[in-house]
């Protein structure tokens, strides 16, 4: 799965470009699985529906915009890029939406005529596995990473979440190799000086 | 290297722990793989329509400045045409309209002249004039490229009021249509004036036709003309102009023993018919002055026929003629006599008319039935001018010689239809002219 020469790749990629079908199920069946797992690290809240629903849009968004990749890097490399973009709208979407955004109002009065059975909707705040230790760290990491800002938070995703060297960083986000390195040491730096904040509660 | 950092480990086992908690790899499941393959193929689809609009942006995109000149040459080109064309329409129109008054003028002379030298009797078709002193590309109406339309063949010139039209343009412009009057004047008359100019000539033509007809029928077909009263003997010239028959058809004409329809077929020669179903053959059938006209389509025109040479019959009769009830003797000589002054003009004037069965259309045929040489003339000519002296004569025909002129005057007439030819002009709806050139079909 995904380790694939440049040559078959681009053959590939101009198989689909061509609107071949099948070529276009080899291509899901190539990248879904890696794109998943992918966008399942970005969040410590992602469900597998919700990496299953991003996926699906990541998918819809290559099929639209493949003439968008010139080869410049890999395909995976690309294919990450715009996971980690639909994972942050989706989370930002999902977080409007926990802030009464798009909130569908439940009465608690109401009863299914069914069962005669109020609604027990959700409660909004942590559950019991997110009480515990390590889930606090996660959920703070991934709120240091949502503060970061947007440049670091996608070198730092690409980076440590979907594994990318210095070089396939380089291509991706078309920066000198160089200037990879230095911007994640300091998207770092920064990153931590956000966990140290959040560690007058959370021990970093 | 460096060392990893502290955060970079706490990132990296973050990640590990996410990938951890993903369990089994992510599978695309069917009814997702279809909605993104119905995606591929509406993508394709509009790659394929966005490929033919590059094409053309590409083509555009390299003959742009050619493009661009070439554009600008068209619509020079169309302003130029725009501007100019409409005054070079009037111009060629203006020149066209006048070429075609030209045309007519010439026409008006030459049928004068024709008239002139032929009894004031104007040519039964334009044909008749071209080689003395028209030209035929006279005869063509510059505007349409066709034949002028002639509806004066026949006709007596000094007869007609200075407002007959004699020929006219067939093409039927904004300001009305160039028309040949009588008076030899050529004026542009407007749709209106030239409908009833003509309309009153079809119903003279009408009008001539049922008096025709109705002769026709009021006359049995085995009642000799002898039943019919002679006219009083004509002592002078005043009483011969009294006698004389006020319109183009005259009961005398009609030949004692003519019980029957004498006719006989035609064929038509002259190229320009060849396009239409007018008269292409036609059968002729004549009953005294009345003449019938069968197309080959079982039209049926009818009409009059009528001596050219009236004139020379209305003179005077010599001195040497009887003033009463000639001897058949007498009689004879008078035919003779007058068959001597004949023998140099031997041509009846025609006119039928009537609706054409395939066309729909009204045609006018008019023309001239022209002896031919090889016609056995003393014969031919003789019976005709026996008819005319019966006229002449104060109508002497009704003595013991008519036993022996009803023979002759039937075999004149046979032999006059087998030996001549027709040679005139079919008017068709008005604007449509054909010319006649048709012999007899043996």
Known sequence: MGAMIPAEESDLITRCRRGEANAWDDLFDLHYAAAGRFIFQLASDFTREDAEEICQEVFLSVIKNLNAFHGESRFQTWLFRIAANQARDYREKRTAAKRGGIQTPVSLQAEDPATGLAPDPPAGTPGPDELLMNAEQMAGVRAALDRVGEPCREIIELRYFGDLSYEELSATLKLNPKTVSSRLSKCLDRLEEIMRGKAQSFPV | ?442
């Open chain 2, 1 to 442: 290297m460096e060392p990893e950092r502290k955060i970079e480990k706490l990132l990296r086992a973050f990640a590990k722990k996410r990938r951890a908690d993903a369990g089994d790899p992510l599978k695309l499941h069917p009814a997702n793989r279809r909605i993104l393959q119905d995606e591929v193929a509406r993508q394709a689809k509009a790659t394929g329509e966005d490929n033919e609009g590059n094409l053309l942006l590409l083509l555009l995109a390299l003959f742009r400045r050619p493009l661009v000149f070439v554009l600008c040459g068209v619509a020079a080109v169309f302003i130029g045409v725009a501007i100019f064309l409409p005054a070079l329409n009037t111009s060629k129109r203006y020149v066209q309209k006048i070429a075609a008054a030209d045309n007519l003028k010439e026409i008006g002379i030459a049928t004068r002249q024709f008239a002139k030298n032929n009894n004031d009797v104007l040519p039964a078709s334009l044909g008749e004039v071209t080689n003395r002193l028209v030209m035929k590309e006279d005869l063509i109406d510059p505007v349409t490229g066709k034949l002028f339309v002639y509806v004066g063949g026949g006709k007596k010139l000094d007869e007609l009021q200075s407002n007959v039209v004699l020929a006219y343009s067939p093409a039927d412009r904004k300001d009305g249509r160039t028309v040949l009057f009588a008076d030899g004047r050529v004026q542009t008359v407007p749709g209106e004036r030239f409908a009833e100019l003509t309309n009153q000539k079809s119903t003279e033509l009408a009008l001539a036709d049922q008096s025709v007809r109705a002769r026709l029928v009021n006359m049995p077909a085995s009642e000799p003309t002898t039943a019919v009263a002679p006219p009083p003997a004509l002592q002078t010239a005043d009483d011969f102009e009294k006698a004389k028959p006020n319109g183009s058809v005259s009961l005398d004409f009609v030949q004692a023993g003519a019980t029957a329809n004498l006719q006989y077929s035609f064929r038509n020669d002259a190229v320009s018919a060849r396009t239409t179903p007018v008269l292409q053959s036609f059968q002729v059938q004549q009953n005294g002055h009345a003449i019938s006209v069968v197309d080959r389509d079982g039209s049926v025109y009818h009409g009059s026929l009528q001596p050219t040479n009236a004139m020379a019959l209305n003179e005077p009769p010599p001195a040497e003629a009887p003033a009463t009830a000639a001897p058949p003797q007498s009689q004879t000589k008078v035919a003779q006599a007058a068959g001597n002054e004949q023998q140099t003009v031997q041509n009846y004037f025609f006119r039928v008319a009537g609706m054409n069965r395939t066309l729909k259309q009204n045609v006018v045929f008019s023309g001239n039935l022209l002896a031919n040489n090889a016609a056995p003339q003393p014969t031919q000519t003789t019976n005709f001018i026996g008819g005319f002296s019966g006229m002449a004569g104060g109508g002497g025909g009704g003595g013991g010689g008519n036993q022996f002129q009803q023979a002759a005057a039937n075999q004149s007439q046979q032999s006059l239809l087998s030996n001549s030819r027709i040679v005139g002009t079919a008017v068709i709806a008005i604007t449509n002219q054909i010319e006649i050139n048709a012999v007899p079909v043996q």
